[in-house]
T-cell receptor, first 113, second 111 residues
Framework: DVKVTQSSRYLVKRTGEKVFLECVQD?????MFWYRQDPGLGLRLIYF???????EKGDIPEGYSVSREKKERFSLILESASTNQTSMYLC????????????FGPGTRLTVT | GENVEQHPSTLSVQEGDSAVIKCTYS??????FPWYKQELGKRPQLIID?????GEKKDQRIAVTLNKTAKHFSLHITETQPEDSAVYFC??????????FGKGTSLLVTP
């Protein structure tokens, strides 16, 4: 069964803290994505990666960075968390070729106080 | 880049009625159009998708139509049931690349 997991379902951090959100997939997918979901704004792409050590900026990369050292793991990093980064963060993965259904993780609800 | 617009943002129908959600896209190179359903508190899941070489696709009570000339595609749900209540997202992309999502439609099916 397809599985994408995220390290935390809920996370509370203070302004200025460094935050790591981890995503792991067990499907040998080449592509991995980080989105944030806010009411009325849909799913907005932060960063994506087509391969190990490769990354591409999405629509809203400011304030975020990513790391992909292994094929199965894609990390989202908030270098200095701010209150406007309070959101639901969703990770997804897909194959590079052929059917490219994106499989989503359960999400991490991050609150920055 | 690709811009996907989705309408309406909210939709309320009576059980048994049909529901239609419409999306438009801007990049004529897009050729993959999936629809995702997100129930409250759950992750988005693919319910149906269509590629540009097909004009319509059906799967039981749901269908998607695509008009490449006009750059719009629609989701049709017939005989709606309360369990169809969810947020629906359309998206467009070139296969293998990042999806560009619409802002979502919150569908409520009332008994």
């Amino acid at each position: 069964d397809v599985k994408v997991t995220q390290s935390s379902r809920y996370l509370v951090k203070r302004t200025g803290e460094k935050v790591f959100l981890e995503c792991v997939q067990d499907m040998d997918h080449e592509n991995m994505f980080w989105y944030r979901q806010d009411p009325g704004l849909g799913l907005r792409l932060i960063y994506f990666s087509y391969d190990v050590k490769m990354k591409e900026k999405g629509d809203i990369p400011e304030g975020y960075s990513v790391s992909r050292e292994k094929k199965e793991r894609f990390s989202l990093i908030l270098e200095s968390a701010s209150t406007n980064q309070t959101s639901m963060y969703l990770c997804a993965s897909s194959l590079k070729q052929g059917i490219n259904e994106q499989y989503f993780g359960p999400g991490t609800r991050l609150t920055v106080t | 880049g690709e811009n996907v617009e989705q309408h309406p943002s909210t939709l309320s129908v009576q059980e048994g009625d049909s529901a239609v959600i419409k999306c438009t896209y801007s990049d004529s190179a897009s050729n993959y159009f999936p629809w995702y359903k997100q129930e409250l508190g759950k992750r988005p899941q693919l319910i149906i998708d269509i590629r540009s070489n097909v004009g319509e696709k059906k799967d039981q009570r749901i269908a998607v139509t695509l008009n490449k000339t006009a750059k719009h595609f629609s989701l049709h749900i017939t005989e709606t049931q309360p369990e169809d209540s969810a947020v629906y997202f359309c998206a467009a992309s070139i296969p293998g690349y990042a999806l560009n999502f619409g802002k979502g439609t919150s569908l409520l099916v009332t008994p």
